[in-house]
Antibody, heavy 125, light 110 residues
Framework: EVQLVESGGGQVKPGGSLRLSCAAS????????VAWVRQAPGKGLEWVSS????????YYADSVKGRFSISRDSAKNSLHLQMNSLRAEDTAMYFC??????????????????WGQGTLVTVSS | QSALTQPASVSGSPGQSITISCTGT?????????VSWYQQPPGKAPRLMIY???QRPSGVSNRFSASKSGNTASLTISGLQAEDEADYYC??????????FGGGTKLTVL
């Protein structure tokens, strides 16, 4: 069974940093592109960042570019999101999601077929 | 990276059909067939319901169907059931090698 389990969320002051992690199991993590998607309280989904299976391709939403950094450790089946210079508008549930190669897609062009339950990040003074 | 446009809410009675629209631009929906739809019950993670505009993953009911015309995608749910009540999000890959989601549509089964 595919499982994605996020951790590392919490409360942090504006300008602070936080590092999120996602532990993957039940599939060959090294063969899949993965991503972070967030959801502010009572709001919709917002894609944050994606990283290809070999880490060759990394993309960010404009809203986090220059502040967030995505990385993966395929030896440990884990995905990370380093978040710096945090702002109140970064407050959200952060989901780890897997890009799955179904249909005609490849890599990060594929939809998200598996999601974690999320970890909550609150940026407040 | 503006969000795709969805109606905030739709409703229908059990057994009826509803359609949710999702409007983007030529840089996302109009330019790619990487359009997908997600169902999110309250307090839960999203679930993939449709990919590649109109394809259903294994395990998704055939009451869910979808299509695309130009810059607008649509999701139709037929034979509405109480269990369909949830938030629904469209999503598209974009010309900037990013993903964009719609604002979400709350489906109420009356």
């Amino acid at each position: 069974e595919v499982q994605l389990v996020e951790s590392g969320g919490g409360q942090v002051k504006p300008g602070g940093s936080l590092r999120l992690s996602c532990a993957a199991s039940g599939f060959s993590f090294s063969r899949y592109s993965v991503a972070w998607v967030r959801q502010a309280p009572g709001k919709g989904l917002e894609w944050v960042s994606s990283i290809s299976s070999s880490s060759d391709f990394i993309y960010y939403a404009d809203s986090v570019k220059g502040r967030f950094s995505i990385s993966r450790d395929s030896a440990k089946n884990s995905l990370h999101l380093q978040m710096n210079s945090l702002r109140a508008e970064d407050t959200a549930m952060y989901f780890c999601a897997r890009h799955t190669p179904i249909g005609y897609c490849s890599g990060i062009t594929c939809p998200f077929d598996s999601w974690g339950q999320g970890t909550l990040v609150t940026v407040s003074s | 990276q503006s969000a795709l446009t969805q109606p905030a809410s739709v409703s229908g009675s059990p057994g009826q059909s509803i359609t949710i629209s999702c409007t983007g631009t030529s840089g996302d929906i109009g330019g790619y067939n990487s359009v997908s739809w997600y169902q999110q019950p309250p307090g839960k993670a999203p679930r993939l319901m449709i990919y590649d505009v109109s394809q259903r993953p294994s395990g998704v009911s055939n009451r869910f169907s979808a299509s695309k015309s130009g810059n607008t995608a649509s999701l139709t749910i037929s034979g509405l059931q109480a269990e369909d009540e949830a938030d629904y999000y469209c999503s598209s890959y974009t010309i900037s090698s990013t993903w964009v989601f719609g604002g979400g549509t709350k489906l109420t089964v009356l």
